[in-house]
């Protein structure tokens, strides 16, 4: 009885979608391609340099955040591996990530001259973390983080742009984050459930919204340096990053010392402590 209740659970799911479904599904996918249509401009942009280019590459960056933060609600809307079953969906989302999220950052980087002189090739090493991270199996948690730093280099390209670092410390910067990308730190997942996941994503609109503004004021001409107002609401926008990497750590730092005090329970207790029975 089990056995047929079983198949008649697995015909149901076999059930081909319907038109509607199908091509619902196929909008998904679609909406999620245009992750890839602003990788193409994003790119174009680049190649042609200049502050102008680089202020509407930050703006097609974010537009395609936007893109990837909600097509997977879509997705689960319209159960799309019901309604297309024969194309991945994921392995297209991972796709268009890389490029947004590490190699167009990272180009863009090279392009706009941000770390020292001659020293431009080390940004091979964000690259192989970055691509470290995405082939991971459990790059998410079971319990619903990110494991490592994860790979926001769009986040921090805008940052070394904008504010007035240096080179060597620019550089600083980028290989500390590519070394946490193989530190198994847990970081806030926003889109989870969770109060500090709550917490996250209402203090991201306020953020997500200077971020826009910023990318706006961001210079046209040759010149890229910030004006003393751009440059106080960019200082003022660090309060999200910083918050994000702290209670991130913060929460890294708690399972680790939980994880070493239950380690230390379930050892054996020393030889020379443990009480013989007579006559063993």
Same mark, same amino acid.
Not at 242 to 254: M, N, Q, T
Not at 257 to 262: E, I
């Given at each position: 009885?089990?056995?047929?209740?079983?198949?008649?659970?697995?015909?149901?799911?076999?059930?081909?979608?319907?038109?509607?479904? =199908?091509?619902?599904?196929?909008? @998904?996918?679609?909406?999620?391609?245009?992750?890839? @249509?602003?990788?193409?401009?994003?790119?174009?942009? +680049?190649?042609?340099?200049?502050?102008?280019?680089?202020?509407?590459?930050? &703006?097609?960056?974010?537009?395609?955040?936007? /893109?990837?933060?909600?097509?997977?609600?879509?997705? =689960?809307? /319209?159960?799309?591996?019901?309604?297309?079953?024969?194309?991945?969906?994921?392995?297209?989302?991972?796709? +268009?990530?890389?490029?947004?999220?590490? %190699?167009?950052?990272?180009?863009?980087?090279? =392009?706009?001259?941000? &770390?020292?002189?001659?020293?431009?090739?080390? &940004?091979?090493?964000?690259?192989?973390?970055?691509? *470290?991270?995405?082939?991971?199996?459990?790059?998410?948690?079971?319990?619903?983080? %990110?494991?490592?730093?994860?790979?926001?280099? !769009?986040? @921090?390209?805008? *940052?070394?742009?904008?504010?007035?670092?240096?080179?060597w410390m620019s550089l600083g910067i980028v290989l500390l984050l590519?070394?946490?990308?193989?530190?198994?730190?847990?970081?806030?997942?926003?889109?989870?459930?969770?109060?500090? !996941? =709550?917490?996250?994503?209402?203090?991201? +609109?306020?953020?997500?919204?200077? /971020?826009?503004?910023?990318?706006?004021?961001?210079?046209?001409?040759?010149?890229?340096?910030?004006?003393?107002?751009?440059?106080?609401?960019? *200082?003022?926008?660090?309060? *999200?990053?910083?918050?994000?990497?702290? @209670?991130?750590?913060?929460?890294?730092?708690?399972?680790?010392?939980?994880?070493?005090?239950?380690?230390?329970?379930?050892?054996?207790?020393?030889?020379?402590? +443990?009480?013989?029975?007579?006559?063993?």
């Open positions: 009885m089990l056995e047929l209740k079983k198949r008649r659970r697995g015909k149901k799911a076999r059930r081909p979608a319907g038109s509607l479904q =199908r091509f619902l599904g196929w909008c @998904v996918h679609g909406y999620t391609a245009l992750g890839l @249509v602003a990788a193409a401009l994003i790119a174009a942009l +680049i190649i042609h340099g200049g502050p102008d280019a680089f202020r509407w590459s930050f &703006l097609l960056m974010a537009a395609a955040t936007i /893109v990837d933060s909600t097509d997977g609600t879509l997705a =689960r809307r /319209v159960r799309i591996k019901e309604a297309v079953p024969s194309f991945d969906g994921r392995r297209l989302d991972d796709i +268009i990530d890389f490029l947004t999220y590490t %190699f167009l950052p990272l180009l863009l980087i090279y =392009r706009a001259q941000i &770390l020292p002189e001659g020293w431009e090739g080390w &940004l091979i090493f964000p690259a192989l973390a970055s691509v *470290y991270g995405f082939c991971q199996v459990e790059a998410k948690t079971p319990d619903g983080y %990110f494991l490592g730093f994860p790979s926001l280099w !769009n986040v @921090v390209a805008f *940052y070394l742009y904008a504010l007035p670092l240096g080179p590519a070394i946490l990308t193989f530190v198994p730190t847990r970081h806030l997942y926003p889109s989870m459930p969770g109060l500090l !996941n =709550r917490a996250t994503t209402f203090l991201s +609109i306020p953020w997500t919204i200077l /971020v826009f503004i910023l990318f706006w004021r961001l210079p046209r001409g040759t010149d890229r340096s910030l004006d003393p107002e751009t440059l106080r609401l960019t *200082y003022l926008s660090l309060y *999200y990053p910083a918050y994000y990497l702290g @209670v991130s750590w913060a929460i890294s730092i708690a399972y680790w010392s939980k994880a070493a005090r239950s380690l230390s329970q379930s050892e054996p207790e020393p030889m020379e402590e +443990i009480e013989l029975e007579p006559g063993a």
